[in-house]
């Protein structure tokens, strides 16, 4: 079993809908990242979170400790936003786990 | 501001050949850096870490190996490639301290013929 599970695998939307992508985690965390990578390949950091909520314009990250849950929201999504995101963890001794991806595909 | 370069791009081998990939950061220190591998639908895989100049931790036996001749440097190597060597490689580096996010290279997509 790994130790980071994300789901859906894969998903497809209209433009304009409102996306969840889910993440749960067994192993203890210092903190909880979600990435996203595009088609060419590289890989960059959405978010960082330990605790609550963080939002950065249309993408919102939530993290509840307790359930070791966390979801990323995508509102009005766009073509623009497909992509493959990733939900990360790390522990005390910033060692990395990784889910396997969730890829996005937003139609026009 | 702090860069991460991470070179070739892609990279075509035949079976047996030599390997040498290089990543280098800047505007940073004492960086801990990693080597990941990345399959066809399958999440990342870590190949190696190193949290200073010549200490290396592998994680996965295989027949490549990783040097760290310089704080910001950090070179993924092998003396004869497999077939299934091919993928998607990416070094990546955090700041040292807990809780620091990890930044990733471009990647190199390493096709070994």
């Known amino acids: 079993k790994n130790e980071v599970e994300q789901s859906p695998q894969n998903l497809t939307a209209q433009e304009g809908e409102f996306i969840t992508i889910n993440c749960s985690y067994s192993?203890?965390?210092?903190?909880l990242h979600w990435l996203q990578q595009h088609p060419g390949g590289g890989i960059v950091s959405l978010f960082m979170l330990s605790s609550g909520k963080k939002k950065h314009g249309r993408l919102i990250a939530t993290i509840n400790i307790q359930e070791k849950h966390s979801s990323l929201h995508i509102t009005a999504s766009h073509p623009r936003d497909s992509a493959v995101y990733i939900c990360?963890?790390?522990?005390?001794?910033?060692?990395?786990?990784f889910g396997t991806g969730t890829s996005l595909t937003v139609i026009p | 501001s702090q860069t991460i370069h991470q070179w070739p791009a892609t990279l075509v081998q035949p079976v047996g050949s030599p390997l040498s990939l290089e990543c280098t950061v800047e505007?940073?220190?004492?960086?801990?850096l990693y080597w990941y591998r990345q399959a066809a639908g399958r999440g990342l895989q870590l190949l190696f870490y190193s949290v200073g100049i010549g200490q290396i931790s592998s994680e996965v036996p295989q027949n490549l190996s990783a040097s760290r001749p310089q704080d910001r440097q950090f070179i993924l190597s092998s003396k004869k490639l497999l077939l299934s060597d091919s993928g998607f490689y990416l070094c990546?580096?955090?700041?040292?301290?807990?809780?620091?996010?990890?930044?990733f290279g471009n990647g190199t997509r390493l096709t070994v013929t």
């Open positions: 505007g940073t220190s004492n960086p801990n």
């Open positions: 990546a580096w955090s700041a040292r301290r807990a809780n620091s996010p990890l930044h």
């Open positions: 192993v203890g965390i210092s903190a």
């Open positions: 990360a963890v790390s522990d005390p001794g910033n060692q990395f786990y």
